[in-house]
């Protein structure tokens, strides 16, 4: 059942919170981990079907840093952002207030050293 989120299937425990899903299949699941998760810090990862819970799998969150991915592939200049309609959204094709808008995004590990 790729791609649906089947009834039941809650992520229950990352550092204690739950953690809402954006895909399920029968072999991953993506989650979206909680903001205030502290990273270089152990947690607990339990998966929940209906009464049936996993086994807890102990992670260490790594620290992050989010990058949009540009449009010239070079990292600089401007992000790729589009509309709902698959636009650019930039100076010349602003976003209103309400409007949807998709922000191509990565999430990179700060090295030593970074600044």
């Known amino acids: 059942m790729s791609g649906a989120l089947p009834a039941g299937v809650t992520l229950t425990s990352i ?3 739950e953690a809402p899903l954006v895909f399920v299949s029968d072999g991953q699941i ?3 981990l909680p903001y205030d998760a502290a990273v270089n810090k152990s947690h607990q990862v339990i998966v ?5 819970y996993t086994t807890p799998e102990t992670v260490t969150l790594a620290p992050a840093e989010p990058g949009v991915f540009t449009r010239d592939q ?3 200049g401007p992000g790729i952002i589009s509309d709902a ?3 650019y ?3 010349s094709n602003p976003a ?3 409007d949807v808008i998709v922000i191509y ?3 990179g590990r700060r090295h030593a050293g970074a600044g």
């Open 30 to 32: 993506n989650a979206i």
């Open 105 to 107: 995004t990565t999430c």
């Open 96 to 98: 209103d207030a309400g």
């Open 74 to 76: 070079t990292g600089k």
């Open 85 to 87: 309609k698959y636009r």
């Open 89 to 91: 959204v930039d100076a």
């Open 15 to 17: 550092g204690a919170q």
């Open 48 to 52: 929940r079907r209906g009464n049936s």
